[in-house]
């Protein structure tokens, strides 16, 4: 229940009088009680639309669940990607030393070349 502060009173009474200050003041009281009422009754419909609203944004432990599989999927997948990349990158080194070693034995003048490439990597 709303009570009008004795501060305000005393303004209104030394604006309007005391008997006037009386009626204005039981009239802002009731407005005040009745906005408080119907705050009161909306306090329930706000929850409700509040908790609505943010059960639509939170995950849910299905969803979180769901986000698991797929990141386990996901680094399945990486896995078996690095497992052909580390194939192909060993195929890679093997063609690289037998085309050196083919380079070397047609070619002698190419072994200084290849030995100073080798040293510069290093």
């Given at each position: 229940?709303?009570?009008l502060p004795?501060e305000?009173?005393?303004?209104?009474?030394?604006?309007?009088?005391?008997?006037k200050?009386?009626k204005?003041?039981?009239?802002?009281?009731?407005?005040?009680?009745?906005?408080?009422?119907?705050?009161?009754?909306?306090?329930?419909?706000?929850?409700?639309?509040?908790k609505?609203?943010l059960?639509?944004?939170?995950?849910?432990k299905?969803?979180?669940?769901?986000?698991?599989a797929?990141i386990?999927?996901v680094?399945?997948?990486?896995?078996?990607l690095?497992?052909?990349?580390?194939?192909?990158?060993?195929?890679?080194?093997?063609w690289l030393?037998?085309?050196?070693?083919?380079?070397?034995?047609?070619?002698?003048?190419?072994?200084?070349?290849?030995?100073?490439?080798?040293?510069?990597?290093?």
């Amino acid at each position: 229940m709303a009570v009008l502060p004795y501060e305000v009173y005393k303004v209104i009474e030394e604006e309007v009088g005391k008997e006037k200050a009386e009626k204005i003041g039981r009239a802002i009281e009731e407005a005040l009680n009745t906005i408080e009422k119907r705050v009161l009754e909306q306090k329930p419909i706000l929850k409700a639309e509040i908790k609505e609203e943010l059960t639509k944004e939170l995950a849910t432990k299905a969803d979180i669940a769901e986000t698991k599989a797929e990141i386990e999927k996901v680094r399945a997948e990486v896995k078996v990607l690095e497992v052909k990349f580390t194939a192909e990158l060993r195929l890679i080194k093997l063609w690289l030393i037998i085309l050196t070693v083919l380079v070397v034995v047609f070619n002698r003048d190419a072994l200084g070349l290849i030995l100073e490439i080798i040293r510069l990597l290093k």
